[in-house]
């Protein structure tokens, strides 16, 4: 165990390196159960203090709780906020003392602003993961926010209808470390801002453009990503068959593409996708084209893929 967890500190006498190391493991193994972690911190002080430092995930029930849970837990790097819906700048303010903080959920809260959202990601700067989809009033403020945060790798914005393509282009330029990126429903986002993702965050690995209004225009940006491996453009009602011939000529990292509620897409565009299809394992077509034999004929020269609807 390190200085900062030593023996004096949490209050026993003289434990050695593997009796830490036998209390250590057994708290992993009470992950899964609050309960049981509730029950190990109530057997004595030692113990108490050791479970204090030890957890590094939260999931409050209430958003008033969270100066004195935050308190006693300093170590904490996963904060899920799901059941809080009521949060505030002064909430995300009080979450940026937090200097261990790497990943929040925010999915469900609201009444914050670009302001808490600033302070938040200029004092917590090991952040690699914001999840703030259905923050429905968020606006281009908040993303010019979030691109400070210079080491995050995974980003939701689902439902963020009011944040439009400059707002993207921010996070674009800040956000240069990013491996996935959700857009979902971002109705605000089109092409531009799509554009500008490719361009700038080399990194990524996951896209989900569903129900965007994009165009074939995007397509070739993100074909020069070359980490590329799962691709979501369900319900993009501006791809067509033109456009799959325009994802065959590159992209040739990309494993997973889902193409559900694409109703501009028939067994022609799927003929041209199926032919040289590089790594491509999985397509998903649910909800699209009719299944006519000529659409069936289209997977005969994909032999890579193992599923597809």
Partial sequence: ???????????????????????LSILDCLNENPF???SFSLVCKSFYAIESWHRKSLKPLRSEHLTKILSRYPNVTHLDLSLCPRITDTSLSLMSRSKMLRSIDLSRSKFFTHVGLSNLVTNCSNLV??????????RD??????????????LWLGRCKSITDIGIGCIAVGCRKL?????KWCLSVGDLGVGLLAVKCKEIRSL?????????????????LEHLEDLVLEGCLGIDD??????KQGCKSLETLDMSNCL?????????????????????????????????ESFISFPHCNQSN
């Fill in 36 to 38: 049981d972690r509730k």
């Fill in 141 to 154: 403020l908040a993303a010019a926010a979030i691109a400070e945060a210079k080491n995050l790798e995974k």
């Fill in 264 to 296: 501009n897409v028939s067994h022609v565009g799927l003929s041209s996708l199926t032919t040289d299809n590089g790594h491509l394992q999985q397509l998903i077509f649910a909800y699209g084209s009719p299944v006519t034999l000529a659409f069936a």
């Fill in 1 to 23: 165990m390190t200085k900062q967890a030593s023996g004096n500190e949490f209050g026993y006498n003289r434990f050695d390196l593997l009796s830490e190391e036998i209390i």
């Fill in 179 to 183: 491996r996935l990126i959700s857009l």
């Fill in 129 to 138: 993961d914001i999840d703030l989809s259905n923050a429905t009033e968020l």
């Fill in 208 to 224: 989900d453009l569903s129900y965007l209004p994009i165009t074939t225009k995007c397509l070739p940006s993100i074909l020069n």
């Fill in 242 to 247: 033109d456009s799959l011939a325009v994802l």
